[in-house]
């Protein structure tokens, strides 16, 4: 929603600082320049960037749209599962946590989750590693080495799409560029018509270079921005787990692992000590 609203203050601004100036706001409208500079950015992408990264670009145009999926509430969630799965396994056994892990969507501590069970990465990322642990043999700072790797490798490759969106979006002025001088070509191969008519065609070259610049720096370059920003969010999730993860396998109990695990979550969306003391509450009477 807050993505739409801030386009519209972009577009609303210059059209209305560009009225106050007496401009028209038709003589923007230069669908030539429009083509140069789009078609030659698409053209740009499409040589620079892998098919694989192509098709998850506009998935990722989908999520800033969607806004920030790990609110607090999902770390709650996420907490509580962890409690109630590590509870599980020093009440019963880690063996016990093996029906859960096996199949969480027959689960009825993940089936309590269902965001988790979207987050298909994330959901493979503890289940996997409570089966590792479930074989045993392998010490806690060679899990946290592994996990640490698991989550570099992820994040390494769904950082790849604003790196590329910021890529694109330094390409634009350059283009904008690109287009005015095709513009000024034509200008000066009518040059010796009407001045009125010259006129018009220098400012449809500079509405190139206008053009250019505001897609790279009121639209493209933000959006590449918050991509990263909800990269490091989802990150944030991973590390979660980890934590949480590890410091079971140190041997702490349950609810000193739920503190791991919090103490690494962002302050913007952290549960308080006494909200996650009241949910693991109703957990164990559950």
């Given at each position: 929603?807050?993505?739409?609203?801030?386009?519209?203050?972009?577009?609303?601004?210059?059209?209305?600082?560009?009225?106050?100036?007496?401009g028209?706001?038709?003589?923007?409208?230069?669908?030539?320049?429009?083509i140069?500079?789009g078609?030659?950015?698409?053209g740009?992408?499409l040589?620079?960037?892998?098919?694989?990264?192509l098709?998850?670009i506009?998935?990722?145009?989908g999520k800033i749209?969607?806004?920030?999926?790990?609110?607090?509430?999902?770390?709650?969630?996420?907490?509580?599962?962890?409690?109630?799965?590590?509870?599980?396994?020093?009440r019963?056994g880690?063996?016990?946590?093996?029906?859960h892990?096996?199949?969480?969507k027959?689960?009825?501590i993940?089936?309590?989750n269902?965001f988790?069970?979207?987050?298909?990465?994330?959901?493979?990322f503890?289940?996997?590693t409570?089966k590792?642990?479930?074989g045993?043999?392998?010490?806690?700072h060679?899990?946290e080495?592994?996990?640490d790797?698991?989550?570099?490798?992820?994040?390494?490759?769904?950082?790849?799409?604003?790196?590329?969106?910021q890529t694109?979006?330094?390409?634009?002025?350059?283009?904008?560029?690109?287009?005015?001088?095709?513009?000024?070509i034509?200008?000066?191969?009518?040059?010796s018509?009407?001045?009125?008519?010259?006129?018009?065609?220098v400012?449809a070259?500079?509405?190139?270079?206008?053009?250019?610049?505001l897609?790279?720096?009121?639209?493209?370059g933000?959006i590449?921005?918050?991509?990263?920003?909800?990269?490091?969010s989802?990150?944030?999730?991973?590390e979660c787990?980890k934590?949480?993860v590890?410091?079971?396998?140190?041997?702490n109990?349950?609810?000193v692992?739920?503190?791991?695990a919090?103490r690494v979550?962002y302050?913007?969306?952290?549960?308080?000590?006494?909200?996650?003391?009241?949910?693991?509450?109703?957990?164990?009477?559950?």
């Open positions: 929603m807050f993505i739409i609203i801030g386009f519209v203050v972009v577009i609303g601004s210059i059209l209305t600082g560009f009225m106050m100036h007496e028209q706001p038709l003589v923007l409208l230069q669908y030539n320049e429009f140069i500079i078609g030659a950015g698409i740009s992408l040589v620079g960037t892998p098919i694989a990264l098709k998850q506009g998935g990722s145009f749209f969607k806004g920030d999926r790990f609110s607090k509430e999902q770390y709650v969630n996420l907490l509580r599962t962890m409690f109630e799965l590590f509870n599980v396994a020093q019963d880690l063996i016990n946590v093996e029906a892990i096996e199949k969480p027959e689960s009825a993940f089936s309590k269902p988790l069970l979207e987050q298909q990465h994330a959901l493979e503890l289940c996997d409570m590792l642990m479930l045993g043999g392998i010490a806690a060679d899990l080495a592994m996990l790797a698991d989550i570099e490798s992820h994040h390494t490759e769904t950082g790849a799409i604003p790196g590329i969106v694109l979006a330094d390409a634009f002025p350059g283009l904008g560029i690109v287009a005015a001088v095709l513009g000024i034509v200008t000066m191969g009518a040059i018509g009407p001045p009125e008519e010259v006129g018009l065609k400012a070259a500079l509405v190139g270079t206008f053009l250019g610049v897609l790279s720096y009121g639209f493209v933000p590449a921005t918050h991509m990263g920003l909800l990269n490091a989802e990150a944030r999730f991973y787990i934590a949480g590890v410091a079971y396998a140190k041997g109990a349950p609810i692992v739920v503190e791991f919090r979550i302050q913007s969306v952290r549960p308080s000590f006494n909200e996650i003391e009241m949910v693991i509450k109703e957990a164990r009477k559950g």
